[in-house]
């Protein structure tokens, strides 16, 4: 699957996402928001495509705002799909959400759990929904993860098969996401 494509579905899917998430503020009183200018990336570029090791960051203007990413995707080599993918945003006070895409198949009222080189990272998390290219975890990391997770070599994200009940992990590689986060956050500005 090409990288292009990859990007672009990567962004179908954000783009789903904060229509989903945004549907509920949509129905709450409209709060006026103060003028601001055009939003811009370095050169005038309506889009900025950048890979650090294992992460790709990508920014894009929509709406005359910035939206500004940092994903890792991982597919099947045979079929050329995607079976996993994880989009993050850039960091606001050091804390980071995004969502995970996880594939179908899974038990998702046992939710999953994460692993920061071995170590437990949180609570489990709780599937939200799922969409036609697979189930949405939705992601939280405060700045003391974000910043373990800069030090750290991989994230490991486990969730239990529907129909056997056994282990199903991806190992997200963190090469490369230290320097991916921050100029996914430095874009954003």
Known sequence: ???????????????????????????????????????????GASSVNETFGDWTVDCRIIERRKQCLLSQAQGNKETGRRVYAIELNSAVGGKVDGTILMPFGLNLDAGAVLKLDDKDLGKGLRFSTCVPQGCLL??????????????????????????????????????????ALARATELAK
């Not at 494509?5 to 709060?31: E, G, K, W």
Request: no cysteine; aromatic share 4%; proline share 7%.
């Open 1 to 43: 699957m090409s990288a292009n494509l990859t990007r672009t579905r990567l962004f179908t899917l954000a783009a789903a996402i904060t229509a989903t998430m945004t549907a509920a503020q949509a129905q709450q009183p409209a709060v006026q928001q103060p003028a601001t200018s055009a939003a811009t990336l370095p050169n």
């Open 138 to 179: 939705p992601v939280n990391f405060p700045a003391a993860a974000t910043d373990a997770m800069r030090k750290g070599t991989k994230l490991v994200v486990a969730s239990l098969n529907l129909s056997s009940n056994e282990a199903v992990t991806f190992n997200v590689s963190l090469n490369g996401f230290g320097p």
